[in-house]
């Protein structure tokens, strides 16, 4: 029952359209070739830190031309100057332009509507509208490093004075975000009133699958606190922009000469606001991804989730608290007693829901039929990497831990623990699971494990040495890698180490892309199934492989069970799916 | 919506004007006005928040109608508004922590 | 398949779509404007006079001069909100007459509020009171400015509706009303922030 009263034109039908599994794609393939560009970057700082000032290998003339038209020296190798945009680009090109638009706008576009029965989803020129000034805020990223001093170097934290007073990328980087948060905010709130609006007859709010439930929360953390880092971003391009001093204090001196500027500002201000919406986003960046691993362990252990209640309660009160935590990054401003206490306790309140989801992703595999498919392995793979991460968090939390701990490679250790081996094989596993959904083809497993199996020994190569030199005092953000430091000489060694885990985790990635291609390429069954995991969530149960455009499903569905009816004592198969009569009424 | 209702709604938009007009007038004059408390200015602004606060509640509850929307909206202005509190006092709290003598 | 719930509502919420759609968006900008009042509320404890002396000295003479301007654009906004939902009345009465008039009257009374604006802008800068003069004058500057954009904003999409977008009206006179009401929210939070941008800026000094 597709509407055909016109043939839609290239254009309309694959650039500008406003059907959500379009726009899933679009956002899916953009995000991952920025998650490539953001990994490159951080290939090229590797090389740096295991072999300082020697020249790259293979790109050394084109990192020497990028870092000439920045206006620094260099025989090929990578200069600190340079080293410092790579860092602040590296960080804000994975976390906004890689994993959320990956988990939110890719993931939450495609799959949502379909695990509610929706034909699409509330607002479709609105989702379009979003993708692309996404889109723009992307190019104005790219752009800014052919500036003159280069893209953004202040960090992806910016932090004024130094973000104030840095060149002319910048501004860029500013003006980008702008971007990046309208279409963050248009996304989320496309999301929230698709869930609470379109959700088919039946599905109640307790029916919903897990990973409905987890871009509900992230949805809600977008809308409310991006907006303040908004504001910051306008305050910070006014005082580059105009002289004003929102953030610059007075008195400030810089290169000898007292800054030209009115004073009076504040650079605890900036940290207030960012952390306001930077702490929100951490977990923007792992909910999804929690939901993703629900979804796959439910469908290969062929058992519901366990705890289905309280997983639900813990990501709605991890959302929650997660506005009540941010200054656990400020522990080191000077804070008084009274707040630093507020926040560690608050802190550690949070790591309770996190514990609670993880418990419950643990104890849904005892018993179960364990089914270990690529995405399973890299939902299996994703436990005790999240684990870890979460637990490495513990010590930073404690303000007087945080003493030791702050600003050094511990915290880039515990953040990646999250965020690669973490979000990053939750994007993995989703992109394995629902890739049959989206081409009506299967992925190779045999590619699909050497893919995992590589990335999960590399990963814990560079994260886990890190958590050493922290350890030992190493901080981060040094262009050196720690070699002028005494206190940091005997953990050295471990750079080189580090560099060779990252750039074998890049080789180990290529059988999965050889795996996309070739997948990509070959010819689809001519009446694919649609359901090839014996899935009972309603993308899977009730629409084609891919599903039919123009509104998803022949009919409205209508849904009588909960999403995680396997193994149901009476019925004859193994799964049931979610819009599936009740027995006794079939 | 019958007209009736309508009428009915028109002659309240009209009563709410009025009051918002007094309201504005109100805190122009309080503005002007000493304040015999320790802090004037601390007296000045909780008056004009205070006549501010009111002013946004009547345009808020009597044009946007948000006294007779459904819960889900009320439940989500709730949110934010918590939210929004912390956002205002928590760096405030915090230069008043650091002005004391920790 | 059509989108469920544009125009009629869901039983279980009350709600058609973009009722929901915008109240989510001004949450956003509750959030959004509260990171600009919180600005305000540490830059202004943590000064030792307020507004702050800078090259030119105080703005507060200046500022007592303007006053009656901010106030008559008070009551100017005030007044736009009050013929905006008369707008939407008018459109439930199905009066497309007065609802022409009572929105063009808005868009008017939203004009106005810019033209003295302009005036309040240019002699500030003219006396030398910049944004990059004080903090004081930075906020000021940037609040107001992000109001007015939002003003702009709204005018564009009201100047739409009261333009080509008008025909809508003709064949689904129902979607048509809820689109007025849905930009009419989003008006009357304009002149909300307003209400508290006034005291704010101009009288609590």
């Not at chain 1, 897990?210 to 992230?218: N, R």
């Not at chain 3, 500057?141 to 005018?155: A, E, R, S, V, Y």
């Not at chain 3, 009201?158 to 689904?172: H, S, V």
Request: glycine share 8%; proline share 5%.
């Amino acid at each position: 029952m597709s509407d055909s009263h016109h043939e839609e034109s290239f254009w309309r039908k694959y650039i500008f359209s406003t059907d959500h599994k379009t726009i899933g794609i679009q956002y899916g393939i953009t995000a991952l070739l920025f998650l490539f560009f953001g990994f490159s970057l951080m290939m090229v700082m590797r090389w740096q830190l295991a072999f300082p000032d020697q020249a790259v290998p293979v790109i050394g003339g084109l990192i020497q031309w990028l870092a000439e038209l920045n206006g620094f020296a260099s025989i090929g190798n990578l200069p600190s100057d340079l080293y410092n945009v790579f860092g602040a680009m590296h960080g804000t090109i994975m976390i906004f332009l890689g994993v959320v638009p990956l988990v939110v706008g890719a993931f939450g576009n495609y799959v949502v509507p379909l695990q509610i029965g929706a034909p699409d989803m509330a607002f479709p020129k609105l989702n379009m509208t979003s993708y692309w000034v996404y889109f723009i805020g992307g190019v104005i990223m790219l752009v800014s490093f052919f500036l003159p001093g280069g893209a953004a170097n202040s960090g992806w934290t910016s932090y004024p004075p130094l973000s104030v007073i840095a060149t002319t990328g910048q501004t860029f980087w500013l003006l980008g975000m702008v971007f990046l948060i309208t279409s963050s905010l248009l996304g989320s709130i496309n999301i929230i009133v698709t869930i609470i609006q379109l959700r088919a007859p039946g599905l109640t709010w307790m029916r919903l699958p897990f990973f409905v439930w987890a871009q509900f929360v992230t949805s809600f953390l977008l809308v409310l606190a991006f907006p303040p880092l908004e504001a910051a971003g306008f305050f910070q391009l006014m005082d580059r922009v105009f002289d004003t001093s929102f953030f610059l204090p007075s008195g400030l001196v810089v290169g000898g000469e007292a800054l030209d500027v009115s004073g009076g500002g504040s650079p605890l201000l900036w940290q207030h606001l960012f952390w306001f919406l930077a702490h929100p986003e951490v977990y923007v960046l792992i909910l999804p991804g929690m939901g993703v691993i629900a979804e796959i362990i439910a469908n290969n252990t062929r058992k519901p989730i366990w705890g289905y209640k309280s997983l639900v309660y813990s990501v709605v009160f991890l959302g929650f608290m997660s506005f009540i935590v941010w200054a656990h990054h400020m522990f080191m401003t000077g804070m008084g007693q009274g707040m630093s206490i507020f926040f560690q306790t608050t802190t550690m309140i949070i790591s309770v829901p996190s514990v609670i989801i993880l418990s419950c992703f643990m104890l849904s595999l005892w018993g179960g039929s364990i089914r270990f498919n690529t995405p399973m392995l890299f939902a299996l793979g994703w436990i005790p990497m999240f684990g870890i991460g979460g637990l490495t968090g513990l010590p930073l939390g404690l303000s007087t831990l945080d003493i030791h701990l702050h600003d050094t490679y511990y915290v880039i250790g515990h953040f990646h623990y999250v965020v690669a081996p973490g979000t990053i094989f939750a994007i993995f596993a989703g992109i394995y699971y629902w890739f049959p959904k989206m081409t009506g083809k299967m992925l190779d497993e045999t590619l699909g494990k050497i893919h995992f199996f590589f990335s999960f020994i590399f990963m814990n190569g560079i994260f886990w040495p890190m958590l050493i030199q922290g350890m030992a005092g190493v901080s981060r953000r040094l262009a050196d890698g720690g070699e002028s430091y005494a206190h940091a000489q005997g953990t050295l060694h471990l750079n080189e180490f580090m560099s060779y885990s990252a750039w074998l985790l890049a080789i180990a990635q290529i059988p999965f892309i050889i795996n996309l291609i070739r997948t990509l390429l070959r010819k689809k069954a001519a009446e694919p199934d649609p359901n090839p995991w014996r899935a009972t969530t309603i993308e899977w149960t009730d629409t084609t492989s891919p599903p039919m455009g123009h509104g998803n499903f022949e009919k409205v569905p209508t849904v009588y069970r909960g999403p995680y009816e396997y193994s149901v004592p009476g019925d004859s198969s193994d799964f049931t799916p979610q819009t599936s009569k009740l027995i006794k009424d079939r | 919506m019958s007209v009736k209702d309508m009428t009915h709604h028109i002659a309240n938009y009209r009563k709410i004007f009025v009051f918002l007009l007094i309201g504005t007038a109100l805190t122009v004059t309080a503005s002007y006005m000493e304040f015999n408390v320790q802090n004037s200015i601390a007296g000045a602004v909780f008056v004009g928040l205070t006549i501010a606060a009111i002013k946004g509640y009547l345009v808020a509850a009597n044009f946007m109608h948000l006294n007779s929307e459904k819960k889900i909206i009320h439940w989500i202005l709730l949110l934010t508004v918590f939210f929004l509190s912390l956002l205002l006092f928590i760096p405030l709290l915090w230069d008043l922590n650091l002005m004391s003598h920790y | 398949m059509e989108i469920p719930y544009n125009v009629q509502v869901r039983e279980d919420t009350g709600l058609y779509n973009s009722k929901l759609g915008i109240w989510l968006f001004l949450a956003s900008e509750v959030m959004l404007f509260g990171g600009l009042f919180s600005a305000y509320i540490l830059l202004r404890t943590g000064a030792p006079v307020w507004p702050p002396i800078g090259e030119h000295g105080s703005i507060m003479h200046i500022l007592k001069e303007t006053i009656p301007h901010a106030t008559f654009n008070t009551v100017v906004l005030i007044a736009s909100s009050v013929t905006m939902v008369m707008a939407w009345v008018s459109l439930k009465m199905k009066d497309l007459r007065k609802f022409r008039i009572y929105l063009g009257t808005t868009l008017l009374c939203a004009l106005v509020f810019l033209i003295v604006k302009y005036f309040e802008y240019s002699h500030k800068i003219h006396e030398g009171f910049v944004p990059s003069h004080d903090t004081y004058m930075a906020l000021y500057f940037t609040l107001t400015g992000l109001h007015g954009l939002h003003i702009i904003g709204g005018m564009i999409v009201l100047g739409y509706f009261f333009g080509p977008g008008i025909k809508m009206w003709n064949n689904e006179p129902e979607r048509f009303t809820n689109r007025i009401e849905i930009v009419g929210l989003y008006w009357h939070f304009v002149d909300l922030v307003w209400i508290f941008l006034f005291p704010i800026l101009y009288l609590l000094n």
